[in-house]
């Protein structure tokens, strides 16, 4: 029987365990696992390697959930598990030889998402499944749109009425306390909807996560809109709303008590580090501060230099940056369409990318930053990202190093015409070099033909020894050869 997510979420009144990364020194691999249960529920225990049961955190209580987190450790050894209900999770925590990570990102689409049959929308979930079981991922990356939450516009008729108000009045118009509690309550009843589904919790039970939003986390185009629009009552309160839910569902923290690994302790960037035997995996936050002219912000610039600077020197870095940090020359297009009438309903997408002609002086910064902290202090680094929906590849050559961008979009998302795909290899054609005799490259898979590929897939990453490989697989297509990085 075809099975749809087109109800509501579940009314059982547990979910979890979703099991999120804190890092790992070696000897012992640090793990949170969330648990959103029904108030009046009696909460099961959870022990690691059958010890005493773990003392949960209750982090808050919203709308008849409790959001309970569960910090333990388990040793970083081949055999570790942890249970729950019942129920036994092997964990791959041994980081100290070979690896396997998977990076997956657009999980979801902005039109019909939960309309889908489940076979259908998490096909790929399902193959990720089944390549864990032949060889345990020990991460799971998330790099942006872990959910799709543009139906917010619709959750209650004040925000309707507002969405379709004159800007005047949506500049005068409080976020009143009906509007947050429908705002807050759509984001975590979405999360649920999309975590609760079979194929992903399973995997979200089993593998670590680590996660950074996009703008789908929050809506459509969230850091690329007018100004004024941004700095309306509504919609900073409706980014509120998202930024708490993304606390509790994306860093299992609360929004007051964020973990140590985000590097503002003040959270205004959401932007964090962990750190592994051989590798660090860092993650901007590039929406919480962005504006149409800056991607990262004030607090965002002030902590990425000290935070890469404090990786141990020799590891190599794993950067995910939600979108991608390689691009073609978008300033073709948006001289274009600044041309053409009606077009500028385009402009806030094309404002989200590094490549846009507004944030080319914070990209031409950014790249010199890779560059410096690659041959300064000795770091491999490995640009991952997603939000364009196809798969491609690229490279800086910076004086030094060569700097590699692997993109994996979307894992659910449905892929773009062929013709899309076409259309941004053209530009790639043209290229777009912003500092001089440093040239970035987009290249194709390795055996494919265009540097797009449209087709829905996710990457992994294998260390064997001190070597790293990537392979994405493409759906309908298979496995791509070995990419050493």
């Known amino acids: 029987m075809t099975q749809n997510q087109n109800s509501e979420i579940s009314d059982d009144g547990l979910f979890g365990p979703f099991l999120f990364a804190r890092g790992n020194d070696g000897k012992n691999n640090r793990l949170a696992a969330l648990i959103v249960a029904a108030d009046d529920m009696a909460l099961p225990e959870l022990r690691a390697m059958d010890g005493d049961p773990v003392t949960p955190e209750k982090m808050t209580s919203l709308f008849g959930r409790s959001y309970w987190r569960f910090d333990f450790e388990l040793p970083a050894e081949g055999r570790s598990y942890y249970s729950f209900d019942s129920v036994t999770y092997a964990v791959c925590s041994d980081f100290s030889s070979d690896l396997h990570i998977g990076f997956v990102s657009c999980n979801g689409q902005e039109d019909g998402d939960l309309d889908?049959?489940?076979?259908?929308?998490?096909?790929?979930?399902?193959d990720l499944a089944e390549q864990h079981k032949k060889r345990p991922f020990s991460l799971l990356l998330h790099g942006g749109d872990q959910i799709y939450a543009d139906a917010v516009w619709q959750c209650h008729p004040d925000i309707i009425a507002w969405q379709k108000a004159r800007r005047r009045e949506k500049l005068a118009t409080d976020f009143s306390d009906e509007m947050h509690d429908a705002v807050l309550k759509f984001y975590l009843d979405h999360y649920l909807a999309i975590y609760g589904q079979p194929?992903?919790?399973?995997m979200l039970a089993r593998v670590p996560s680590l996660m950074m939003w996009d703008d789908h986390d929050i809506f459509d185009g969230w850091g690329s809109h007018k100004k004024w629009f941004q700095g309306s009552m509504v919609a900073k309160g409706m980014f509120a709303c998202a930024r708490e839910a993304?606390?509790?569902?994306?860093?299992?923290?609360?929004?007051?008590a964020?973990?140590?690994m985000v590097t503002d302790p003040d959270g205004q960037s959401l932007a964090w580090k962990v750190d592994y035997p051989g590798f660090s995996v860092i993650a901007p936050d590039l929406r919480s501060e962005r504006t149409p002219e800056l991607i990262m912000g004030d607090h965002g610039w002030r902590d990425i230099v000290p935070t890469l600077n404090a990786i141990p020197d020799g590891n190599r870095i794993l950067m995910m940056s939600s979108v991608p940090v390689i691009g073609p020359r978008l300033s073709l297009v948006e001289m274009f369409l600044h041309m053409m009438p009606h077009a500028q309903k385009y402009e806030d997408d094309l404002r989200d990318q590094w490549q846009s002609r507004w944030h080319r002086r914070e990209w031409c910064r950014f790249l010199e930053l890779l560059e410096q902290v690659a041959n300064d202090h000795d770091h491999e680094i490995t640009l991952l990202s997603g939000e364009i929906h196809v798969a491609t590849r690229g490279t800086f050559e910076t004086t030094g190093k060569t700097i590699h961008q692997l993109v994996a979009s979307?894992?659910?998302?449905t892929a773009p015409p062929k013709a899309f795909a076409r259309g941004l290899g053209l530009l790639a054609w043209i290229g777009d070099h912003p500092l001089p005799d440093r040239p970035t490259r987009l290249k194709p898979l390795p055996e494919r033909k265009g540097?797009?590929?449209?087709?829905?897939n996710?990457?992994?990453l294998t260390r064997k020894d001190k070597n790293w490989n990537a392979n994405w697989h493409l759906e309908g297509i298979g496995w791509t050869p070995d990419?050493?990085?």
């Not at 993304?246 to 007051?256: N, T, V």
């Open 483 to 485: 990419l050493a990085i």
């Open 451 to 456: 540097v797009y590929c449209a087709a829905r």
């Open 199 to 202: 194929q992903i919790s399973h």
């Open 116 to 126: 889908r049959p489940l076979e259908d929308r998490n096909a790929l979930w399902i």
């Open 410 to 413: 979307g894992i659910s998302h």
């Open 458 to 460: 996710y990457l992994t």
């Open 246 to 256: 993304f606390c509790l569902m994306q860093l299992g923290a609360s929004k007051d």
């Open 258 to 260: 964020l973990p140590a």
